[in-house]
């Protein structure tokens, strides 16, 4: 690879999904999810808002795919609403919904981009949640027959498959701490049983993807990736750094090696499984093969990191941020190191390839005077962050692709549409987009497969 680009085939993408983006929650058949129950939950959604009309997605696809074509994004990362396809979760297949995908991924393949589909980006079925839901050992089944009917439908023409987005998010956010939807706040053990039939899920969905895919299949999964980084290059800190990233501490579900290992490695951690002690799930035989499948990439979403120090005793310590550091919109703070050591903990340690399927940054934006939209934080985070991404890659971290977060403006969950991550701005009142300032920019990194990223300020790229 040359010192200043990337992989002349590396995946230069953005990302979506479909409740943040569809709206038509109604329309066509299809059937409510969670995500529409929690949203008529007084208090849950900032503002009260929901995802109703969303960015109008449904209708709006073939003038979206136009903008994507004008970018010039390679790759398109986007979901499936699972209750569009069957609005029951289960039997009768909704063929509107069907359709649906079907038109996009032909305007994306005819405009050059390729579609990476995500099978669950939190859209359960509502009918199915009143049926137990994730804590139901039927659930990974359900999905599995899910899973299995999109791709007979779509796999003609779609190559690359994610099976669950955030794992960590819809289960312990959503089942645990109840600022997600289904808004569920059960036992710790409860939320475990929960992941753990996600997780089948996940193993059963890559089997359904093998057995049923028209052709040649690339699957993957995409957690939220939670990164430690080392505060020195001191290999004491770099080692704090690495034993903070994949420990597992009491009753507290945000940890990265729960969620990974039995994916990766086809077994929970067994830090993990001492701290949880009986509320951890005891697997059925067989469970952890099937949750082992063996996976193409290691999609992983990663957008800030925490820094870490050994301590006295040698044992991690978390350092805060400098009072001031930069902030995004959403208050996280900037942290371009969380792609370098990210991707460089999770190759170590799991031996996959990686894509980095979100990395992004939400910011105040609005339309100027003279009718664009300037948002040079965007354009300097997403650099940032580049840069750390092609130093792993130089060091031999093998990262095949690139999702920024997000294509547009969306519905932003609990934030209701208070953020704004996307390289298109959209007025939700009028539904006009408007290419951001970054979108230009990130249409000349395409085009110079990284080099304007890699670039100094100022410096012309050919």
Known sequence: ????????????????????????????????????????????????????????????????????????????????????????????????GIDFYDRLVD????????????????????????????????????????????????????????????????????????????????????????????????????????????????????????VKYPVSNRSEDVDAARQAMFATEANQGWTNAWWMDPVMLGEYPASGLEVFGTDAPVPKPGDMKIIGEPIDFFGVNIYQGEQVRAGDDGRP?????????????????????????GSRFFYERYQRRIIITENGLSCRDWISLDGRVHDPQRIDFAARYLRELHRAMQEGVPVDGYFHWSLMDNFEWAEGYLQRFGLIYVDFDTQARVLKDSAYWYRDVISTNGAKALADPGEAVS
């Open 1 to 96: 690879m040359p010192a200043m680009s990337f992989p002349k085939d590396f995946a230069w993408g953005v990302a979506t999904s479909s409740y943040q983006i569809e709206g038509a929650t109604e329309t066509d058949g299809k059937g409510p999810s969670v995500w529409d129950s929690f949203c008529r939950k007084p208090g849950a959604i900032r503002g009260g808002h929901d995802g109703r009309t969303a960015c109008e997605h449904y209708q709006r696809y073939a003038e979206d795919v136009a903008l994507m074509r004008q970018i010039g994004v390679r790759a398109y990362r986007f979901s499936v609403c699972w209750p569009r396809i069957l609005p029951a979760g289960v039997g009768q297949v909704n063929q509107a």
């Open 317 to 341: 310590e978390i350092v805060p941020h400098p009072v001031g550091c930069p902030m995004t919109g959403f208050n996280w703070p900037v942290t371009p190191e969380a792609l370098y050591w």
């Open 107 to 226: 305007a994306l393949l005819e405009a050059g981009v390729t579609p990476y589909v995500t099978l669950f980006h939190w859209e359960y079925p509502l009918a199915l949640y009143r049926r137990g839901g994730w804590l139901n050992p039927d659930s990974s089944d359900w999905f599995a027959d899910y899973a299995g009917t999109v791709v007979r439908a779509l796999s003609d023409r779609v190559k690359h498959w994610i099976t669950l987005n955030e794992v960590q998010v819809f289960i312990v956010g959503g089942h645990y701490q109840g600022w997600h939807a289904p808004g569920d706040q059960h036992r710790f053990g409860e939320m475990l049983r929960a992941g753990h039939h996600a997780l089948l899920a996940h193993g059963k969905a890559v089997q359904a993807i093998r057995a049923n895919a028209q052709g040649e299949s690339r699957v993957g999964y995409a957690p939220v990736g939670q």
